[in-house]
């Protein structure tokens, strides 16, 4: 979850990075304004034209409608509005299928937990409103409307004050440049952020930027200090794909 929340704002603000600071700030102020105002426009045309559950919510509640169908549903109680659903073996699934899950309508609960977390109605639910003639959108989250949706990003950016009306700072620094830092000539060769992740699936040819320069590694030894070009065991390794003689 962590990691697919970061690969989202990498693949937003790729084009901010190496950025100076000043420029990095309004990019992504515009960015983010852009990003409300596209979104703010999209809501009020769903408001506009009658629809009551944005289209994600809409999406995951007709999957799980159809997944219902196939559902057993066997009522407990009708005071406490408690059910019990079978699923039929499905060995397309992740869990294949063939379990049994207990609903409770009144307390808005199912044990396979795809209610509390998503908020979204799960297929067991969903099957047992079927059977027993409830309104299954009522037991949908009120954060999936469209009305919150459009409060959501209603909040509109105020423009940015000219750089001769900011304030004076009351203390003045002059931040040099760290020579250890600077990178060789040649072109940087950046697609995104790398985190953690990246590293362990495999070791990048080339090593990150550190103090003192950049380390090289061979393509075709795997060792430092040295590129394919330029490697003493050329001739040794075929490079073809073909037997070495």
Not at 9 to 26: D, Y
Not at 51 to 72: D, G, P, S, T
Not at 112 to 141: F, G, M, P, T
Request: aromatic share 8%; net charge positive.
């Amino acid at each position: 979850m962590t990691t697919n929340v970061s690969e989202c704002f990498n693949g937003i603000l790729k084009g901010a990075r190496s950025l100076p600071i000043t420029a990095m700030v309004k990019y992504t102020w515009f960015k983010l304004n852009s990003y409300f105002d596209d979104h703010r426009n999209k809501s009020i045309d769903q408001l506009n034209s009658g629809k009551k559950w944005c289209q994600y919510a809409l999406n995951i509640f007709m999957r799980n409608k159809a997944k219902a169908e196939h559902h057993r549903v066997t009522r407990l109680s009708a005071q406490q509005q408690a059910y019990q659903v079978d699923t039929p073996h499905n060995p397309g699934t992740t869990g294949h299928g063939d379990h049994t899950h207990a609903v409770n309508l009144l307390q808005r609960t199912c044990t396979c937990q795809k209610w509390k977390l998503y908020k979204i109605l799960c297929s067991h639910v969903i099957a047992v409103c079927i059977r027993y003639r409830h309104d299954a959108e009522q037991y949908i989250d009120p954060c999936y409307s469209v009305d919150a949706l459009f409060r959501s990003y209603a909040p509109v950016f105020p423009a940015l004050k000219d750089r001769l009306s900011w304030p004076d700072p009351d203390e003045t620094r002059k931040v040099l440049p760290n020579p250890r830092l600077i990178r060789e000539k040649g072109r940087l060769v950046s697609t995104r952020i790398r985190n953690e992740m990246d590293e362990s699936g495999g070791r990048p040819r080339t090593t990150p930027l550190k103090e003192g320069g950049r380390k090289v590694q061979c393509g075709l030894c795997d060792q430092e200090g040295h590129n394919r070009r330029t490697c003493p065991k050329r001739n040794e390794v075929p490079t073809s794909g073909g037997l070495a003689d």
